[in-house]
């Protein structure tokens, strides 16, 4: 018998440290709602009880940056509120992501004006973009599954080594 | 067509002010007064105490770019006892647009003279606190006038520092 059956035989598994922690991470991510015009709409939906984010462990959404993973800008954003957004995700602990939702968060979408953004990549490291105009509830789920596979594949024990 | 309250208004208006009463225009029965610009208060002052235009629906700027009395402010007067509504318009030049504040008439003007303020650069004497209201205050533009282009001057509003501040975080 190999150790690895020996080891299987007594209920252990061997895996390594990257696996499990990403495991870990990428199955609690949770958001800083960031709802700042009608997409806020689309993100509740996200997380209520048809789509159910929940199924992913995203339903705890957190309106303390302190206890979150991943802000998730829904809206266009103007340039005051840019001071504001920041500060917040400044104050989020790392790890952490980011999702543009919908074309106004993104480019800036309909909302081509002095006051605005023209997408929030201006001042936040964007690591999902989501299109539509706002995006179904379903998108915002593909986009917290490209999150996750982001997560997943990233190297966390080697890199803080 | 004018209707007769708006019309009985308008005639009694004509009569009190026949010098400031620049011109009358009427537009899918909205009623237009053009006010000559040092009688505004007078007149609007007459408009509240006489007619009872008790209700400041709207004020607000615009600009019609025109070399000649560039700006026109409009306040939108509604008489609560009568359900008349009425415009009344008035012209400030581009080398002085000053216009004296309407808050000691009706007190809902504060905001909407700030947001005139912010948008044209026409200033309201006498406002107790004329400040921006929508804009970053150290903004030097007027947004709304016809040669401010629509996205913006580059770099004339702060974007975050994208390197965190340590007092923040």
């Known amino acids: 018998m190999s150790f690895e059956q020996a ?54 959404f957190r309106f303390s940056p302190r206890q979150s993973d991943l802000m998730i800008v829904a809206g266009w954003c103007t340039y005051k509120m840019s001071h504001a957004v920041r500060r917040i995700w400044d104050q989020m602990p790392d790890p952490k992501w980011c999702i543009a939702m919908g074309a106004c968060a993104s480019t800036g979408g309909m909302h081509r004006s002095y006051g605005v953004v023209q997408g929030i990549d201006n001042f936040l490291p964007v690591d999902v973009y989501v299109s539509g105009c706002p995006p179904r509830p379903e998108t915002l789920i593909h986009a917290l599954m490209q999150i996750q596979d982001k997560i997943r594949q990233h190297p966390t024990i080697t890199l803080d080594a | 067509m004018p209707s007769t309250t708006q019309l009985a208004v308008l005639d009694e208006l004509k009569a009190t002010f026949a010098a400031s009463v620049l011109e009358v225009t009427e537009h899918v029965g909205d009623v237009f007064v053009l006010v000559s610009r040092d009688t505004i208060i007078p007149v609007l002052t007459h408009l509240k105490e006489t007619h009872r235009f008790i209700y400041l629906a709207d004020l607000f700027g615009v600009d019609r770019f025109t070399a000649v ?20 318009k008035t012209r400030v030049p581009e080398d002085e ?73």
């Open chain 1, 7 to 60: 080891l299987n035989k007594q209920g252990f598994l061997t895996t390594s440290v990257d696996a499990l922690v990403n495991w870990g991470r990428s199955n609690a991510v949770w958001p800083m709602p960031m709802g700042l015009a009608c997409c806020a709409i689309e993100m509740m939906a996200f997380a209520g009880p048809k789509y159910d984010a929940s199924r992913f462990g995203s339903e705890v």
């Open chain 2, 69 to 88: 009395d560039r700006f026109e402010v409009v306040y939108n007067l509604v008489s609560l006892a009568t359900g008349t509504r009425l415009f009344v």
């Open chain 2, 97 to 169: 647009p000053v216009l004296p504040t309407a808050i000691g008439i009706w007190s809902g003007a504060n905001w909407n003279e700030r947001e005139v303020y912010d948008m044209f650069g026409i200033r309201f004497e006498g406002h107790p606190d004329p400040r921006r209201i929508f804009m970053p205050e150290d903004f030097e533009y007027f947004p709304l006038r016809k040669e401010f282009p629509l996205l913006g001057i580059p770099g004339s509003i702060e974007l975050p520092n994208t390197t965190p501040d340590p007092e923040n975080t």
